[in-house]
């Protein structure tokens, strides 16, 4: 009987502790919040008012086994007709911000420098800035978002150097057209999976397979095009626009799979590996050293007469460092890193280059992508990483957010937000790292790339079958606008 009431009242006991493990203190008053979407996971409108191809609309028009259940973003969340909807839903929530992306064939149908500019493209986002404006929310624009203009896949896409000038072109038209009401831009999202996943697995779009030669030339290119955006709103546009841009990049936290010195120094080739790639020139200047010497060890042993990992030469060195007016993260999990052998020189790869063995927890709640394992305590160690790392810069958390099947009872988010945020807050309370704002992936279910839709994030759920994508809040959301309006992200604080 007692051992019967012990095994009853036991897991109501934990269940309860489970829930208010979280912090009880305020989010300090400059801190703010925000939700995040990116254009081709919501727009839809593939073809509307004179919108070019871009290789996402490529790959689900032209490979039926590249996306989950043929899915494609024809139509998606339908923001191209819905977005005064979308508004009042941002502004439902009550956060600060709303950041979401241009896509650049929607503005340049031809992708390519020097050709001509849809007006109606560029209506829409002045449109809806001026939407989020007029509601009280700060517009966060991402110029890139992966939805790249097939003409410029036809050429090679960012593996070929070209690509820097295409993109600068593009970036010099979206300040001309929105920079008056704009004033935070963020260059590319993730360089990281559009390199790896698009140039290197092959997982993405346009699903190229060269991993450890395409995805180095992918960021090299992508990184001078960050800096030369950089640059060209120093010279010709902050001193009137008044706005502040950076790049985001993303990482999960790798924790070292042991004590051991290697497993530990594991962790941080995988870190300087998958974070450091980007932020390391952008920061200092050029890539980390352990990936310059590893990559040019690799290739020499492999008999290449140069390295694989291309070089900056001084002059962009110094032209790179220093491109950022803050440090934008996307992270969502963690991993533990573990030392390998050096693999055999005929292995080329950038995960052989790498040398970490990297895998997930089966003790971690699942979600439902494959690749996220709900960890909250790698967000802490991971912000304390870039903080020490780069120098203790001001940090955007600019996605965070967790999957499931669906439906709108969602304590799995709820209690995934709770969680994460509380790591934040003891981050900025107790290690005094300089984190200013956060944002929630994703306002609403939306095209989750190759997975389709059958993987939701959203605050709010997206009716896909109706015609008007009819939109319901989450219990998640409720929690979100509690946790905005009182600052508490427990019942009281
Ligand atoms: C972010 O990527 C993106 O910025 C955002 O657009 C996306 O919706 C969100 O996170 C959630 O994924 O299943 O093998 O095809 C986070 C990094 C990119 C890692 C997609 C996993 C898919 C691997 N993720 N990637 S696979």
Same mark, same amino acid.
């Given at each position: ?158 593996? /070929? ?55 180095? +030339? ?55 590996? +998958? ?158 790292? /300089? ?59």
């Amino acid at each position: 009987m007692v051992t019967r009431l012990v095994l009853f009242v036991l897991p109501c006991v934990l269940l309860f502790e489970k829930a208010y493990t979280a912090t009880n203190r305020t989010f300090p008053s400059y801190f703010k919040f925000g939700v995040a979407t990116a254009s081709y996971q919501v727009e839809g409108a593939w073809n509307e008012d004179g919108k070019g191809e871009n290789i996402w609309d490529h790959v689900c028009h032209t490979n039926s086994t590249f996306i989950d259940n043929k899915d494609n973003g024809d139509v998606a969340c339908d923001s191209y007709h819905k977005y005064k909807e979308d508004v009042q839903m941002i502004k439902n929530l009550g956060v600060d911000y709303y950041r979401f992306s241009l896509s650049w064939s929607r503005i340049l149908p031809r992708g390519l420098a020097g050709t001509p500019v849809n007006q109606l493209g560029i209506n829409y986002y002045r449109n809806l800035t001026q939407e989020l404006l007029d509601n009280g929310i700060e517009p966060m624009v991402t110029m890139f978002h992966w939805d790249l203009p097939e003409p410029l896949q036809d050429i090679g896409g960012w593996p /070929n150097p070209e690509l820097e000038d295409h993109f600068v072109y593009y970036a010099r038209t979206v300040f001309e057209q929105l920079g008056d009401l704009v004033k935070f831009w963020m260059t590319f999202n993730e360089p990281k999976q559009t390199c790896q996943e698009g140039y290197g697995l092959g997982v993405m779009a346009p699903g190229i397979k060269s991993s450890g030669i395409a995805d180095y +030339k992918c960021a090299h290119t992508l990184i001078k095009a960050h800096a030369k955006t950089y640059h060209l709103y120093d010279d010709e546009f902050r001193a009137k626009q008044n706005g502040s841009i950076g790049i985001v990049a993303d990482t999960t936290w790798y924790e070292p799979a042991s004590g051991s010195d290697a497993d530990k120094a594991a962790a941080e080739r995988a870190l300087q590996f +998958k974070f450091g790639w980007f932020l390391n020139p952008i920061v200092n200047g050029n890539y980390p050293q352990v990936m310059i010497d590893r990559v040019d060890e690799r290739s020499k042993k492999q008999g290449f007469a140069q390295s694989r990992l291309p070089k900056f030469t001084d002059e962009e060195i110094e032209y790179i460092k220093g491109t950022h007016d803050f440090v934008a993260v996307n992270t969502y999990t963690t991993n533990y890193a573990q030392d390998v052998e050096e693999p055999d020189s005929d292995e080329l790869s950038y995960e052989s280059d790498m040398k970490v063995e990297l895998f997930l927890d089966d003790d971690w709640e699942e979600s439902a992508s494959s690749w996220l394992r709900v960890v909250p305590w790698g967000i802490r160690k991971l912000v304390n990483w870039v903080s020490k790392t780069y120098n203790n810069p001001e940090i955007f958390i600019t996605e965070n957010g967790v999957s499931d099947r669906g439906g709108i009872e969602d304590e799995n988010r709820t209690s995934f937000y709770r969680e994460y945020l509380s790591n934040i807050l003891e981050a900025i309370e107790e290690d005094g790292v /300089n984190v200013t704002r956060y944002t929630a992936w994703s306002l609403m279910d939306n095209f989750e790339w190759a997975r389709g839709y059958a993987e939701k994030y959203g605050l709010y759920s997206v009716d896909f079958k109706s015609s008007n994508r009819t939109r319901t809040p989450k219990a998640s959301a409720d929690y979100y606008k509690q946790v905005i309006t009182t600052r508490c992200l427990v019942n009281s604080c």
